[in-house]
């Protein structure tokens, strides 16, 4: 309808405007009941945010605590490397593969 335009009631409203109220009705309802649905998913989301910020900060500390036992079960000597008692990648792969095969 343009905006200039005044509402037009059409002749036979009357007779229709129960089954319309009665629509009306139905779809409140519905939005009513879509809203409690709405309330309570954002509720759940809510929660499992507060649940994963837990479980990261648990997660963040047990990763410390593996950071540091690694640091006190390794020596800090530096680390040598013998080319000649190297094993070649290649050898490495291919026993990997034998594994896989058993």
């Given at each position: 309808?343009?905006p200039?335009?005044?509402?037009a009631v059409p002749?036979n409203?009357g007779a229709?405007?129960?089954?319309?109220n009665?629509q009306?009705?139905?779809?409140?309802?519905?939005c009513?009941q879509l809203?409690?649905a709405l309330?309570?998913?954002e509720?759940?989301?809510?929660?499992?945010?507060?649940t994963?910020?837990a479980?990261e900060?648990?997660r963040?500390?047990y990763?410390?605590?593996?950071?540091?036992w690694?640091e006190?079960?390794?020596?800090?000597e530096?680390f040598?490397f013998?080319?000649?008692?190297?094993?070649p990648?290649?050898?490495v792969?291919q026993?990997l593969?034998?594994?896989?095969?058993?």
């Open positions: 309808m343009a200039n335009q005044p509402n002749e409203a229709s405007n129960s089954a319309g009665g009306t009705d139905q779809l409140r309802a519905e009513e809203k409690q309330r309570a998913v509720a759940e989301r809510d929660q499992l945010r507060r994963l910020v479980v900060a648990e963040d500390d990763r410390k605590a593996v950071y540091a690694a006190e079960q390794f020596s800090k530096p040598e013998d080319e000649d008692k190297a094993v990648i290649e050898k792969l026993q593969d034998e594994l896989e095969k058993e």
